[in-house]
């Protein structure tokens, strides 16, 4: 295996015109580059549809300008219908989950820095790298047509259950051209995602630089090859399931339709199909990719927390086997999004026993983090404060996962705003808060140049308590049984809750316009920014070794040779309290001293 | 900015635990049989996960205001007893304290899902179709007639698609777009899907399950106090999915038996 991927590596040589350059390029370090900039626009079109849908929410009959651009018969004089506001709902959780939160902290940052991190040149394939790219960038654009395309994108939410997502138009907007978009588009990012696992795998199994065992590669290069091992098996199930609809939508197969099924007084053309076959595809790709949107952010975590305290965390080796249990685990667990599905009852219990066990290499990496602080040398840096908020964010989406995880319990909170708060904060802000911290940390090295701190820590206060005000309220509202999903409340019960809906309206738009100040601070800082040194945040691992930017072959042709542990903070050296990874000289750590 | 980070996350704590604690939102009250077991498993799932949540964040809050921003040459320490400690108290704390949720939890879910409905529990039909629910009473026989999916016609109030000339079963059956049910008596309600998936939430009654295309799926329960509760669907159906709702009346017997009467001339 070494020695095929070892010599299927490209040596490319530098390129030259714009076009190898810049767009189809085989350098790993353009195409993060070019995954970051998808999953920015991708997070900036999903961050607008969450806006919209708030706006509705707060105030259902209220006309916002222009929506009616958008789509004449889904916003009729700039009034939402309750089918638009799905199909935007839609849209926001397969744009955020895929195109964002799998995008940006594995791909993305992955795909710059995998290679540097563990002394590599590039990737084993690259070509395979650039293609998963690009067929991705095709699958953001095949989904976003459906906005053009067709009466619109589908509105069978993000988890597209069957038999809504197989049954065709008569399904209702959406559920025809838009479907089969969605499919083509998410069918289209597994392969990528799958080409990209490939390579984060070989990378990280036989490219390692001379010295590097696979106990001295960083946290954030065990994150990416744990997320890439599960990356590997979730998305190779999603893809034929989302093939299989299409099979239903143009084939005439039954794959995911049952039998005499009657909708608008008409017997469906099908038979013999599982509409539960569905959901177990579904979420043994859906729950892992809770852990493929996290695990990357536990290793930034780390990662920067370890550079920030100046010392090593308590035990690496216990957080790396942690990320490892949690990637198992997180295909046991998956029917936990089925309890009151109608499976067998017994298997609820299967599955609920091993969703609470998965909570124990959670919380030891909780405490690992948090009992790290005592006796460091913390500095509070943008990258250092989205770390900490994510510690923060990390328990409170986690701790309502003791609720989600009983089947008694999830009688009463399934299918309300209680499962909406705990998997935006556990799963979307905190993976946010991961991708925050990486890019603070990591722009010097990506750009050349220094992002504003100020104006980093303004981006933070704003989004953290931000956060809060909104993901905190969607849990009491579970509570109340405010089932989610809906365009308009109109149930008694629901009437009350309408306020608390207002409030998070508030705070989303508030806490979303914080983000244009990060955006702003991106673009300015890339042309205008202070040029960044080689290695700003005193940092020991390789990527801090080689120049800033680095250059195409990353290490201008040297070949670095590693001689310590990932994270030697805390110790006396020529340098500081800091020894690089590729640095020969001898240390002396002092946290052991008495 | 390090100290003003720590009080913050405390207050944010302490905030967020406050509408939990006066029970700002909270389900309504239990009016079922075995909703306590349920309540019980909440209440006592909240205080176990409201402390874990509590400490968390006051412990990272402590060491954050303590150990940022010292100054270079300040001892770099090692938490006493180091990962070892930590670890042995997740998995004896905190493995414990799941292991007995989930054990516990089991009789509340057992009580609904995995004890069959009594003999003489009364059955009722329900069938969910985009976007309302319908409901069927077997009538003075007893006995529910054959559904034949391709007679459902809306337009002419043949929900269940029943065949009322050839099927004499059918005739005496009950169909309404409301339910009702005697207060204190067990009901099996056999619930099936006409079209996609959706679902039966009661809140007041402690129930949910979803509708699957395909499959009848049945849950039993008994209501115990009268009054007029919402049934909504919590599974995501289409364009009409947030209308999708019925009301559930739970009356006292004799009502009941002259609310079946009016319904069954209406027929």
């Known amino acids: ?594 | 900015m390090a100290k003003f980070f720590s009080v913050t996350i405390i207050v944010i704590a302490i905030l967020s635990a406050i509408p939990i604690l006066r029970h700002t939102w909270v389900a309504p009250e239990d009016i079922s049989t075995h909703g306590h077991l349920i309540d019980e498993q909440m209440s006592e799932t909240m205080a176990e996960a409201g402390i874990a949540f509590l400490a968390a964040q006051f412990v990272l809050a402590v060491f954050i205001w303590q150990f940022s921003n010292r100054a270079p040459d300040a001892k770099i320490k090692r938490f006493p007893g180091g990962a070892t400690g930590l670890v042995i108290a997740a998995f004896l704390v905190v493995g414990i304290e799941v292991l007995a949720l989930g054990v516990f939890g089991v009789k509340a879910w057992a009580d609904q899902y995995l004890t069959p409905p009594s003999a003489n529990a009364m059955p009722i039909q329900v069938q969910a179709g985009q976007f309302a629910f319908y409901f069927r009473y077997p009538g003075p026989d007893g006995t529910f007639g054959p559904t034949h999916p391709e007679l459902i016609n809306e337009s002419q109030q043949n929900f269940f698609g029943l065949d009322l000339d050839h099927d004499p079963d059918s005739k005496d059956d009950i169909v309404t777009a409301e339910m009702a049910i005697p207060v204190n008596k067990e009901i099996h309600l056999l619930m099936h899907s006409k079209d996609v998936g959706h679902s039966f939430f009661v809140r007041e009654l402690r129930v949910q399950q979803d509708f699957v295309p395909g499959l009848d799926v049945s849950l039993h329960f008994t209501a115990t106090k009268i009054g007029k509760y919402e049934i909504v669907c919590t599974q995501l159906c289409g364009l009409g999915h947030y209308n999708m709702k019925a009301y559930l009346e739970v009356m006292s017997q004799s009502d009941y038996d002259d609310w079946l009467k009016k319904e069954a001339a209406l027929q």
């Open chain 1, 1 to 594: 295996m070494h020695d095929i991927a070892a010599h299927a590596v490209q040596h490319h040589a530098p390129p030259t015109s714009f076009i190898r350059k810049h767009v189809f390029s085989l350098d790993h370090k353009v195409i993060g580059k070019q995954y970051y900039a998808l999953a920015l626009v991708a997070a900036i079109c999903g961050m607008f549809l969450s806006w919209l849908m708030r706006i509705h929410l707060g105030w259902n009959n209220t006309a916002i300008p222009g929506l009616q651009l958008l789509s004449k018969t889904g916003a009729p004089g700039g009034v939402m219908t309750p089918e638009y506001y799905l199909q935007l709902m839609t849209m926001h959780g397969t744009i955020m989950v895929f195109f964002v939160l799998t995008t940006a902290p594995f791909a993305a940052f992955g795909n710059f820095f995998l290679p540097i991190q563990v002394g590599a040149e590039d990737m084993p394939f690259p070509r395979f790298n650039m293609m998963s790219f690009w067929v991705t960038f095709v699958a953001f654009l095949v989904l976003m047509s459906s906005f053009i395309f067709g009466d619109g994108p589908t509105l069978g939410g993000w988890t597209q259950y069957a038999p809504l997502n197989a049954v065709g138009s008569v399904g209702g907007p959406g559920q025809g051209l838009g479907v089969i978009l969605w499919m083509v588009s998410i069918a289209l990012f597994c392969i990528g995602q799958l080409l990209g696992s490939l390579n984060f795998i070989t990378t990280t199994l036989d490219l390692r630089a001379k010295g590097m065992s696979l106990m001295r590669l960083p946290m954030t290069a065990w994150a990416w090859f744990i997320t890439s091992c599960m990356g590997l098996t979730a998305f190779s199930v999603l893809m034929p399931a989302c093939i299989l609809v299409i099979l239903d939508h143009v084939a005439g197969t039954s794959f995911f339709v049952s039998s005499n099924e009657v909708i608008n007084d008409q017997l469906q053309p099908h038979s013999g199909g599982s509409t539960l076959l569905w959901q177990h595809l579904f979420w043994f790709f859906g729950h892992p990719e809770v852990y493929i949107a996290i695990v990357p952010g536990i290793g930034i975590v780390s990662h920067i927390l370890i550079t920030s305290m100046r010392k090593q965390m308590l035990s690496q080796r216990v957080l790396i086997y942690c990320m490892g249990a949690l990637a198992v685990l997180s295909y046991m667990v998956y029917g936990h999004h089925m309890f009151v599905s109608g499976m067998n009852p017994y298997s609820a219990l299967a599955f609920s026993f091993p969703t609470l066990i998965i909570t124990i290499p959670a919380t030891i990496v909780v405490l690992i983090w948090t009992f790290s602080l005592y006796g460091s040398r913390l500095r509070i840096t943008s990258a250092s404060l989205f770390a900490l908020g994510f510690i923060s964010m990390f328990v409170s989406g986690g701790v309502s996962g003791f609720f989600l995880a009983q089947p008694s319990i999830d009688i009463m909170l399934h299918g309300t705003y209680f499962v909406v708060g705990h998997f935006h904060m556990v799963m979307a802000v905190a993976a946010m808060f991961g991708i925050f911290a990486g890019t603070y940390f990591w722009f010097p090295k990506m750009a050349g140049r220094m992002m504003n701190e100020t104006l980093g820590k303004i981006h933070f206060w704003l989004s953290f308590v931000g956060a809060y005000c909104i993901f905190m309220p969607f849990h009491y509202l579970g509570m109340a049984g405010n089932v989610r999903r809906y365009a308009t409340f109109v149930d008694d019960y629901l009437q009350p809750l309408i306020p608390v809906h207002r409030w998070i309206t508030v705070a989303a738009l508030i806490t979303g316009a914080a983000q244009l100040i990060f955006i702003y601070n991106l673009i300015h800082s890339r042309f205008w920014g202070k040029p960044a040194p080689d290695n700003p945040w005193e940092a020991t691992s390789l990527e801090w070794s080689t120049a800033t930017p680095p250059p195409w072959d990353n290490f201008g042709g040297k070949h670095p040779v590693v001689y310590h542990d990932p994270y030697q903070y805390g110790v006396q050296s020529s340098v500081g309290d800091y020894v690089m990874q590729t640095s020969p000289e001898q240390v002396k750590t002092d946290h052991d001293e008495k």
